[in-house]
């Protein structure tokens, strides 16, 4: 374990902050281990964060914080099965990369692939698609370390009380140290990008969402535009995007030239409508085959603040006819375009998805924008529909909240009660979650 030290810790988009008493990096499971049983003799909490992506509290330690950069081992891969396991701190691009090297891929993922396995797993990161769901349902086992310091496995077959809890367990339930994925054979994806209006998308929507196996689209606040991504899988061969093309979407139109635009609409938030509609007049269709992860990932440099929600799939037109009148009705000046993505129904129990097909609806600000009165009228508009927030995303319910929404809630609780009765895994934001 490397010697101890102290600075401050700060998430990706900036707008957390946390300064633990000890920051150390353990090697190993054993070395966690250890760590817990020493923070538990100081009466100290213990938290290992990922790479910081949670817009929430989620990660922020404020007794020891455990670097899982010491933590990245594959540990094994069996082809003939499909599972995969490694250890927590391994990002999800390495991820991805080892198992193209074997010829198997993850059936389904996010757009962002630079969190740590564990930092994505523990806060229920989806994706989107009709059939195949996030990555807490492809989860085979777990490792954990509990409060008092035992290592233990779970799964469905081996205490799959625990497993349901600690899949999307927030870190609440025990620290992950390695996990075993349910892989399948590496396949292409076709992507088609097409902008398309609002009414015809709206119109359209379960058409599109029936016959593609991922499906997602993007609304262009102040605007008529949307841009909608349909992913299906196909023989081949690769025809990937040229590296210019690829280059001038991907890193220049989406990052490097979107900083500009939130840079200019931040300084003068007046000229946010306009410079939207000219940025909705600009989008271009497009279709390419690639590697499945190479699909559904994308770079995003540029920095925001994120809330997200899932509501009942059969809600989501209704949620975004509301939430589009909210605009007419308040002086929001949003530059960041809301996501919109569907999942079908998971059974970890804290998977946003739990028990229901579900649509989740994302809206974004620049990280230096004023977020809280968009992010509470839409907020207001999806809980109303039973709608739970994304873990790692900004939002303001608490746990009495919560426990009407998530079936299994109480039994979540009551797991924890168990494994960590003393709250060695608590922070600020599981109190707020999960009450104390």
Known sequence: MSPVSTRT??????????????????????????????????GQTVRMPGTGHSFTGAAVAEGVLLRPTGLTEVRSVDTSTGLVTVEAGLPLHALNRTLAEHGLALANMGDIQEQTVAGALQTATHGTGRDAAGLASQVHALELVLADGSVVTCSRDERPDLFDAARAGVGAIGIVTAITWKTVPAFLLQAQEQPMKWDEVLSRVDEFDAANEHFEFYWFPHTEGCLTKRNNRVDGPPRPLSRFKGWLDDEFMSNSLFEVINRVTHAAPALTPSVNQVSARALGARTFTDTSYKVFTSPRT????????????????????????????????????????????????????????????????????????????????????????????????????LETVYPRFKDFQAVRDGVDPDRRFANPYTRQVFGD
């Open 9 to 42: 810790w700060r998430n990706w988009a900036g707008n957390q902050t946390a300064t633990p008493r000890r920051v150390t990096t353990p090697t190993s499971t054993d070395e966690v281990s250890a760590a817990v049983r020493a923070a538990a003799a100081d």
């Open 302 to 401: 540029v920095r925001f603040k994120e809330q997200e929600y899932a509501i009942p799939r059969e809600h989501l037109v209704d949620a975004l006819r509301e939430v589009r009148s909210l605009f007419d009705r308040r002086d929001w000046k949003i530059s960041f375009p809301i996501e919109v993505r569907m999942l079908p129904a998971e059974d970890a129990w804290l998977s946003m998805a739990y028990g229901r097909r579900s649509a989740f609806i994302a809206v974004h600000v620049y990280h230096r924008d004023e977020h809280d009165s968009y992010f509470r009228g839409v907020e207001d508009v999806l809980t109303e529909m039973g709608g739970r927030p994304h873990w790692g995303k900004m939002h303001t319910r608490d746990a009495a909240y």
